[in-house]
């Protein structure tokens, strides 16, 4: 790397990082803002990912580190934790910081996480603010500065479904079916839990774990005035299914996003967040049905890992329907691929 800002390239690294980036941690951190080397060092780093920019020599320039502690409340959506964004003094102002930053989003994405918060020092919030992030408390102080919480959603609107979603619903399935000739939606006869789609995935005792989300539409954003009624822009659930001599799996099911908000990323941050919930369980494979007509979610699934298995089956239902399996192995919270790689250039 030639110090060039257009050449900085980042890696993300799963668990302790690389020794340079503890090191220029320790310079800006402790030397540099007088931090208590103890509150640097807090234990967390085995358990995290590391974004890092090294220079020619191998030296790190700048690096950062996403947490995953899960949810702040119970039955709230998880946001990851970015933090020790660091930046060498002689390489500030070349957007080394954006970049560990966007790297540890992206990140946070492939981990499931819906949104990410940091806790900000408040002489740059400006930075974040600017990153699409937003205030989400008061000023506090830590180590001796002032910082503030900050939060940016990966996944605008999400959140769980709710049986008064179920007209919203059925219109975002019922239009995604009408692109393909011969798709009947027909809800009394076939698809009732669309009656009340919050209560059909609100497991009871004995019952298998089930979750689903959607993705409400901003009413002041323009496709949110444009878009379906109701203002549902995607959904996806996931079931737990019990496999006998199988490891624990679960089935992905009821991803549909709408034609107004394709090829931006939504239908792979849904899998993600379902495949999130599955390890949760402790499902160790995902299973998925999806009619042969479907090509373009094939096409998804693949480029997510998931492969055919050569299993069909045929519904015999209304819109004459056969469908096909893919599976992916599922791997565990710390066993989730780290080939991410990001350029200024």
Same mark, same amino acid.
């Given at each position: 790397?030639?110090?060039?800002?257009?050449?900085?390239?980042?890696?993300?690294?799963?668990?302790?990082?690389?020794?340079?980036?503890?090191?220029?941690?320790?310079?800006?951190?402790?030397?540099?803002?007088?931090?208590?080397?103890?509150?640097?060092?807090?234990? *967390?780093?085995?358990?995290?990912?590391?974004?890092? &920019?090294?220079?020619?020599?191998?030296?790190?320039?700048?690096?950062?580190?996403?947490?995953?502690?899960?949810?702040?409340?119970?039955?709230?959506?998880?946001?990851?934790? =970015?933090?020790?964004?660091?930046?060498?003094?002689?390489?500030?102002?070349?957007?080394?910081?954006?970049?560990?930053?966007?790297?540890? %989003?992206?990140?946070?994405? $492939?981990?499931?996480?819906?949104?990410? %918060?940091?806790?900000?020092?408040?002489? &740059?919030?400006?930075?974040?603010?600017?990153?699409?992030?937003?205030? =989400?408390?008061?000023?506090?102080?830590?180590?001796?500065? %002032?910082?503030?919480?900050?939060?940016? $959603?990966?996944?605008?609107?999400?959140?769980?479904?709710?049986?008064?979603?179920?007209?919203?619903?059925?219109?975002? !399935?019922?239009?995604?079916?009408? %692109?393909?000739?011969?798709?009947?939606?027909?809800?009394?006869? $076939?698809?009732?839990? *669309?009656?009340?789609?919050?209560?059909?995935?609100?497991?009871? #005792?004995?019952?298998?774990?089930?979750? @689903?989300?959607?993705?409400?539409?901003?009413?002041?954003?323009? !496709?949110?005035?444009?878009?379906?009624?109701?203002?549902?822009?995607?959904?996806?659930? &996931?079931?737990?299914?019990?496999? #006998?001599?199988?490891?624990?799996?679960? +089935?992905?099911?009821? @991803?549909?996003?709408?034609?107004?908000?394709?090829?931006?990323?939504?239908?792979?941050?849904?899998?993600?967040?379902?495949?999130? +919930?599955?390890?949760?369980?402790?499902?160790?494979?995902?299973?998925?049905?999806?009619?042969?007509?479907?090509?373009?979610?094939?096409?998804?699934?693949?480029?997510?890992?998931?492969?055919?298995?050569?299993?069909?089956?045929?519904?015999?239902?209304?819109?004459?329907?056969? +469908? =096909? $399996?893919?599976?992916?192995? *599922?791997?565990?919270?710390?066993? !989730?691929?780290?080939?991410?790689?990001?350029? *200024?250039?």
């Amino acid at each position: 790397m030639s110090g060039r800002s257009g050449d900085a390239a980042v890696t993300v690294v799963a668990g302790t990082p690389p020794r340079t980036a503890l090191d220029l941690r320790y310079e800006v951190f402790v030397r540099e803002q007088g931090v208590p080397p103890e509150l640097e060092y807090d234990g *967390l780093d085995a358990t995290a990912d590391h974004a890092v &920019v090294l220079d020619g020599d191998g030296r790190a320039v700048a690096t950062a580190r996403l947490l995953d502690p899960g949810p702040r409340e119970p039955d709230a959506e998880p946001a990851g934790v =970015i933090g020790r964004v660091a930046v060498s003094a002689a390489w500030r102002g070349r957007g080394l910081g954006r970049l560990v930053t966007a790297a540890l %989003e992206g990140r946070a994405g $492939e981990r499931g996480l819906p949104a990410v %918060e940091l806790h900000a020092q408040t002489r &740059v919030a400006d930075f974040y603010t600017r990153q699409g992030y937003r205030s =989400i408390g008061e000023p506090d102080v830590e180590a001796g500065i %002032e910082h503030v919480w900050m939060r940016r $959603e990966l996944l605008p609107g999400l959140r769980r479904a709710r049986d008064s979603d179920a007209a919203a619903l059925q219109d975002l !399935i019922a239009t995604a079916w009408a %692109e393909y000739p011969g798709c009947v939606l027909d809800v009394d006869a $076939e698809e009732p839990w *669309l009656r009340a789609p919050g209560s059909a995935h609100a497991a009871g #005792a004995g019952e298998p774990a089930r979750a @689903l989300w959607v993705v409400q539409a901003d009413p002041a954003d323009p !496709i949110g005035a444009a878009g379906p009624a109701g203002g549902l822009l995607a959904s996806v659930a &996931v079931w737990a299914r019990p496999m #006998a001599n199988l490891a624990a799996a679960a +089935e992905l099911k009821t @991803l549909y996003v709408s034609a107004l908000v394709r090829r931006r990323g939504l239908g792979s941050a849904l899998v993600r967040r379902a495949e999130r +919930e599955a390890r949760r369980w402790e499902a160790r494979q995902m299973r998925l049905w999806t009619d042969t007509r479907f090509t373009d979610a094939h096409r998804l699934y693949r480029r997510l890992g998931y492969r055919a298995t050569g299993h069909s089956r045929d519904l015999h239902d209304l819109s004459a329907t056969t +469908e =096909i $399996e893919f599976h992916r192995p *599922l791997p565990g919270a710390n066993e !989730i691929p780290t080939s991410r790689q990001l350029s *200024l250039s």
